[in-house]
C-alpha cells in the first residue's frame, strides 16, 4: 500500500533544509528580494514567470532553492501548487516550503496541504520501484498553533483518500469481494461494521448482488460500517451507498479486452463511501452516517446470470436482465433498498463507476449528478466548488422511463433500445431511483473521474479516489445544521 510523506507546521525553517521553497504571486515577487539572495524579479522575467499557480522555478546556482507561484491564493490555486511542487521534489529526503509572508485564509491553506499530499501519492507493484524519497514536509505559517487545526483536517481526509486510491489501484487478481471485505474491517476498526458473506445475502433476500456474483468462483460480500456521531434521537441518518464491482468483464454479455483494462476500479464507489466514513469518523462530526458497499465479481462462467433472467432484488421488485454488464445498478439496488427498507434514511447518496455514457457526456474530470432534490443538489455543487472534485446536474427525465418497462417483470435493467431514446446514464438513474422508496436521494455517477490516465495537478494515475473530499465537505454542512 502507498504512503504518504509526514507535514509538519513550524514558524520558523530549519537551518538547513533540503530544499527550500520560497513563494511568488502574479505581479507580487520583488518583495522576496529580502529573503532570497538573487535578484527574484530579474530571474522571474528572464524565466518568463509570472506567480501563475503551480509555476516552478529553480534559481540558479541554488539547487536547493526554488520559486513556487502560487496564483491567486484561492483553494483551487493553492490545490495545483502544492501538487505541483510535491511532484517536483519527490526525489528529495524533505521538503520545507515558507509561507510567513503569505497571508492564506484557512480553506486556502487546506487546499494547498491537500495539494502537497494528494500529488504525493503513487502506488507500485515494481520488483524495483524507482526510489522516491520525499518522505517530511514542513510548512512555515507565521502562527502555526491556529493554523493546527486545517491540517489535521487535511491530513485525516487525504489519509482517507489514499486508502481509497489504493484499493481501487490494487490487481483484481488480489482483490475478490471478501479481500475488500476485510480491508473495510480494518479500515473502520472501532465502528460498528457487519459483513454479509453469500448464505446471509440469501437468507436476507440480496437477489442483486447474489445475481451478479454467481458467475464467479469468488462469492460476494455486503459490508455495512456505521458511525454514530450523533446523539442518539438527534440528527439525520445518512447512508452512503458503493458499488463494489471488484472486477468487471461484462459477464455473460461479455466487454471486449480494451474496455476491461481499467475494470478493476469498478469497485470505486465501495471505496469511497468506506473511506469516508473513516474521515468522517476520525474528524468526530456530529453525525450519523452508515456505508453499505455492495461488492461482487461480474465473471461468464456456467453459474453466471443470463439476458433474460428475472431476479428480485432487496425489497422484492422484480427485474428483468437484459444485459448482464449493467450489473452495478442491480447490485445498487439492493443497497438502496436496504437502506429505505431497513436503516430507514434520511439522505441516501450512491456512488457508482457507473455507465460508459457518463465520461462521453462529461468527460474525464466531471461526474454526473442525479438527483430530484434540488436543495440536496445545490448543498454537493457547494461541496463540489470547495473541493475541487467536479460534477454536473444531470436530467432526470420522467418520459425516459417508459424505456424500463418489462413485459415479464417489474422493471428491465437497460433502456429499450427500440425506443431510441438513449441517455444510457438517465436510465440508470431512473432505475436506481425505483429503489429509493422515495427518500432524498443523490446519485453520482462516477465513472469519468473515478479513474485518470495520468498525473494532473492533486489527481494521480489510476485511481483518484473520487467522491471522498466532496461527500465529507458535505456531510461537514450537515452536521453544522443539525
Known amino acids: 500500500m502507498a504512503t504518504l510523506p509526514s507535514l509538519r507546521l513550524a514558524g520558523e525553517p530549519p537551518a538547513a533544509p533540503t530544499?527550500?521553497?520560497?513563494?511568488?504571486?502574479?505581479?507580487?515577487?520583488?518583495?522576496?528580494?529580502?529573503?532570497?539572495?538573487?535578484?527574484?524579479?530579474?530571474?522571474?522575467?528572464?524565466?518568463?514567470?509570472?506567480?501563475?499557480?503551480?509555476?516552478?522555478?529553480?534559481?540558479?546556482?541554488?539547487?536547493?532553492?526554488?520559486?513556487?507561484?502560487?496564483?491567486?491564493?484561492?483553494?483551487?490555486?493553492?490545490?495545483?501548487?502544492?501538487?505541483?511542487?510535491?511532484?517536483?521534489?519527490?526525489?528529495?529526503?524533505?521538503?520545507?516550503?515558507?509561507?510567513?509572508?503569505?497571508?492564506?485564509?484557512?480553506?486556502?491553506?487546506?487546499?494547498?496541504?491537500?495539494?502537497?499530499?494528494?500529488?504525493?501519492?503513487?502506488?507500485?507493484?515494481?520488483?524495483?520501484?524507482?526510489?522516491?524519497?520525499?518522505?517530511?514536509?514542513?510548512?512555515?505559517?507565521?502562527?502555526?498553533?491556529?493554523?493546527?487545526?486545517?491540517?489535521?483536517?487535511?491530513?485525516?481526509?487525504?489519509?482517507?483518500?489514499?486508502?481509497?486510491?489504493?484499493?481501487?489501484?490494487?490487481?483484481?487478481?488480489?482483490?475478490?469481494?471478501?479481500?475488500?471485505?476485510?480491508?473495510?474491517?480494518?479500515?473502520?476498526?472501532?465502528?460498528?461494521?457487519?459483513?454479509?458473506?453469500?448464505?446471509?445475502?440469501?437468507?436476507?433476500?440480496?437477489?442483486?448482488?447474489?445475481?451478479?456474483?454467481?458467475?464467479?468462483?469468488?462469492?460476494?460480500?455486503?459490508?455495512?460500517?456505521?458511525?454514530?456521531?450523533?446523539?442518539?434521537?438527534?440528527?439525520?441518518h445518512v447512508v452512503l451507498v458503493g458499488k463494489g464491482i471488484t472486477f468487471d468483464t461484462g459477464g455473460i454479455s461479455i466487454k471486449p479486452n480494451a474496455s476491461m483494462l481499467t475494470m478493476k476500479m469498478d469497485m470505486g464507489g465501495a471505496a469511497a463511501v468506506l473511506a469516508t466514513v473513516r474521515a468522517v469518523a476520525d474528524l468526530r462530526l456530529p453525525i450519523t452516517v452508515t456505508a453499505v458497499a455492495c461488492l461482487a465479481e461480474n465473471m461468464p462462467s456456467g453459474s453466471a446470470q443470463r439476458p433474460g433472467d428475472v431476479i428480485r432484488p432487496y425489497g422484492g421488485t422484480t427485474v428483468e436482465v437484459l444485459n448482464t454488464d449493467a450489473e452495478g445498478r442491480l447490485v445498487l439496488a439492493d443497497g438502496l433498498a436496504y437502506a429505505d427498507k431497513v436503516l430507514d434514511a434520511d439522505v441516501v447518496v450512491?456512488?457508482?463507476?457507473?455507465?460508459?455514457?457518463?465520461?462521453?457526456?462529461?468527460?474525464?474530470?466531471?461526474?454526473?449528478?442525479?438527483?430530484?432534490?434540488?436543495?440536496?443538489?445545490?448543498q454537493l455543487e457547494a461541496a463540489s466548488a470547495a473541493t475541487g472534485e467536479r460534477l454536473w446536474r444531470m436530467p432526470l427525465c420522467e418520459d425516459y422511463r417508459t424505456a424500463l418497462e418489462s413485459q415479464t417483470a417489474d422493471l428491465r435493467n437497460i433502456g429499450d433500445p427500440r425506443l431510441k431514446l438513449q441517455g444510457g446514464s438517465i436510465t440508470a438513474a431512473l432505475f436506481l431511483e425505483a429503489f429509493t422508496g422515495g427518500r432524498p436521494w443523490v446519485h453520482l455517477d462516477i465513472a469519468g473521474p473515478g479513474w485518470y490516465a495520468g498525473d494532473d495537478d492533486e489527481v494521480t494515475k489510476g485511481g483518484t479516489g473520487y467522491g471522498v473530499r466532496l461527500l465529507v465537505r458535505w456531510l461537514e454542512g450537515l452536521a453544522k445544521k443539525r
Open 19 to 236: 530544499v527550500l521553497v520560497v513563494p511568488t504571486r502574479p505581479g507580487d515577487p520583488v518583495r522576496l528580494a529580502g529573503r532570497v539572495p538573487i535578484d527574484v524579479a530579474g530571474l522571474l522575467e528572464r524565466e518568463k514567470a509570472k506567480g501563475a499557480a503551480g509555476e516552478l522555478v529553480t534559481v540558479p546556482g541554488e539547487r536547493r532553492l526554488l520559486l513556487l507561484g502560487l496564483g491567486d491564493l484561492s483553494p483551487g490555486a493553492l490545490r495545483k501548487s502544492g501538487a505541483a511542487l510535491a511532484r517536483r521534489a519527490k526525489d528529495e529526503p524533505d521538503v520545507t516550503l515558507d509561507l510567513r509572508g503569505v497571508a492564506l485564509k484557512d480553506d486556502a491553506l487546506l487546499g494547498l496541504v491537500e495539494g502537497l499530499l494528494l500529488g504525493s501519492y503513487s502506488f507500485t507493484r515494481k520488483s524495483n520501484p524507482k526510489a522516491r524519497a520525499l518522505k517530511a514536509l514542513t510548512v512555515v505559517v507565521k502562527a502555526p498553533e491556529r493554523a493546527q487545526p486545517v491540517v489535521d483536517r487535511a491530513l485525516a481526509v487525504v489519509g482517507a483518500v489514499a486508502v481509497a486510491r489504493d484499493l481501487v489501484n490494487t490487481p483484481p487478481a488480489e482483490k475478490s469481494p471478501a479481500w475488500l471485505a476485510r480491508q473495510a474491517g480494518k479500515l473502520l476498526a472501532g465502528l460498528e461494521v457487519t459483513v454479509r458473506d453469500e448464505k446471509a445475502l440469501a437468507a436476507e433476500g440480496w437477489g442483486g448482488t447474489l445475481a451478479v456474483g454467481m458467475g464467479s468462483s469468488r462469492p460476494p460480500r455486503v459490508v455495512e460500517a456505521t458511525y454514530r456521531g450523533a446523539p442518539e434521537g438527534r440528527g439525520r
Open 350 to 378: 450512491d456512488v457508482a463507476t457507473l455507465t460508459g455514457a457518463m465520461p462521453v457526456a462529461l468527460g474525464a474530470k466531471i461526474a454526473g449528478l442525479f438527483t430530484p432534490d434540488d436543495a440536496l443538489a445545490a
